[in-house]
């Protein structure tokens, strides 16, 4: 056992931490998220890596206040924010800590931005790059995700503070609903995959990981695929989807998710569903399962 996951080995524990990381969540979207929504201005808004990658006022001053109260909370100083990690190229040199919050203040920028409903908070708890506890908050719905490693995944409905366990159907479905995106896979290889997955299955678009993960972990959809993994949108993805009893790897070579992993992901309710999935949008005799990040 990892020395940290003792961390999160008492139940009483368990239940502090759900208790601080939901009440800041609920708190910071009330105050600052749910404010600006569909009241930003066109000063409020910017670009970060292209020009439909989107922050706002509300991702600045919500990633800050978060980070204020996590700082110091289970004697962890360690904090990567989505958008304070744009500025610093070079922040994955930093990742293989023994503890480390991460944190995405608005998960689906772009949707908030536009007044859309699919998006939400994400704060995960990762130990030496492997998340041990996660947690999403979705402000227009009331509803708190989370998952410790190895103890579960869990909805609270925080109108009611009603508490279900997440599990994921493990019957095999014919009907391979998701949300998949190609964003980030090389040109040469991109637009196979693409066509692979539109006569394939059938997409929603979605345009938050969170909210995705929720979907999945609730039976609405049968998988996720993204083009490129980031620490702050896929540990989340990783550890609930895991905790509720599906399955998560890396595309091209199966290997297990970690914040410093480079490429595709796939989760699936269960891994026969992983497995058809990977095998009809990257067939074993395409070029891109040899392909090195």
Same mark, same amino acid.
């Given at each position: 056992?990892?020395?940290?996951?003792?961390?999160?080995?008492?139940?009483?524990?368990?239940?502090?931490?759900? $208790?601080?990381?939901?009440? &800041? @969540? %609920?708190?910071?979207? *009330? !105050?600052?998220? +749910?404010?600006?929504?569909?009241?930003? #201005?066109?000063?409020?808004?910017?670009?970060?890596?292209?020009?439909?990658?989107?922050?706002?006022?509300?991702?600045?001053?919500?990633?800050?206040?978060?980070?204020?109260?996590?700082?110091?909370?289970?004697?962890?100083?360690?904090?990567?924010?989505?958008?304070?990690?744009?500025?610093?190229?070079?922040?994955?040199?930093?990742?293989?800590?023994?503890?480390?919050?991460?944190?995405?203040?608005?998960?689906?920028?772009?949707?908030?931005?536009?007044?859309?409903?699919?998006?939400?908070?994400?704060?995960?708890?990762?130990?030496?790059?492997?998340?041990?506890?996660?947690?999403?908050?979705?402000?227009?719905?009331?509803?708190?995700?989370?998952?410790?490693?190895?103890?579960?995944?869990?909805?609270?409905?925080?109108?009611? $503070?009603?508490?279900?366990? &997440? @599990? %994921?159907?493990?019957? *095999? !479905?014919?009907? +391979?609903?998701?949300?998949?995106?190609? #964003?980030?896979?090389?040109?040469?290889?991109?637009?196979?995959?693409?066509?692979?997955?539109?006569?394939?299955?059938?997409?929603?678009?979605?345009?938050?990981?969170?909210?995705?993960?929720?979907?999945?972990?609730?039976?609405?959809?049968?998988?996720?695929?993204?083009?490129?993994?980031?620490?702050?949108?896929?540990?989340?993805?990783?550890?609930?989807?895991?905790?509720?009893?599906?399955?998560?790897?890396?595309?091209?070579?199966?290997?297990?998710?970690?914040?410093?992993?480079?490429?595709?992901?796939?989760?699936?309710?269960?891994?026969?569903?992983?497995?058809?999935?990977?095998?009809?949008?990257?067939?074993?005799?395409?070029?891109?399962?040899?392909?090195?990040?």
């Amino acid at each position: 056992m990892n020395m940290n996951d003792i961390l999160i080995q008492n139940k009483k524990t368990r239940n502090e931490i759900v $208790n601080y990381i939901m009440n &800041l @969540l %609920i708190k910071v979207n *009330k !105050s600052i998220i +749910l404010y600006y929504y569909k009241n930003l #201005k066109c000063e409020h808004i910017n670009t970060k890596s292209s020009n439909d990658d989107f922050v706002c006022i509300a991702d600045k001053k919500s990633e800050e206040i978060i980070s204020e109260h996590l700082r110091g909370f289970l004697d962890v100083n360690d904090i990567l924010g989505e958008e304070t990690a744009f500025l610093n190229e070079q922040y994955d040199k930093y990742l293989d800590k023994s503890l480390l919050w991460v944190v995405d203040p608005i998960d689906g920028t772009k949707n908030y931005i536009n007044g859309k409903k699919n998006f939400c908070s994400m704060i995960s708890l990762v130990s030496y790059m492997v998340p041990i506890a996660t947690f999403i908050y979705d402000p227009l719905k009331n509803i708190f995700v989370y998952a410790f490693k190895n103890f579960g995944a869990y909805l609270v409905e925080a109108n009611t $503070n009603t508490l279900s366990k &997440l @599990l %994921i159907n493990p019957h *095999k !479905s014919l009907n +391979l609903i998701g949300c998949g995106g190609t #964003k980030g896979i090389p040109e040469d290889y991109r637009q196979s995959i693409l066509n692979n997955l539109k006569t394939n299955t059938e997409r929603l678009f979605i345009g938050s990981v969170g909210i995705e993960t929720i979907m999945l972990a609730k039976n609405e959809i049968k998988f996720i695929f993204h083009g490129r993994v980031t620490p702050w949108d896929h540990s989340p993805m990783d550890l609930i989807t895991k905790e509720a009893g599906g399955s998560v790897y890396m595309a091209t070579n199966k290997e297990e998710f970690n914040i410093k992993s480079k490429g595709s992901i796939l989760a699936a309710s269960n891994a026969q569903i992983w497995n058809n999935i990977r095998d009809l949008i990257i067939p074993s005799d395409s070029p891109y399962r040899k392909y090195k990040n």
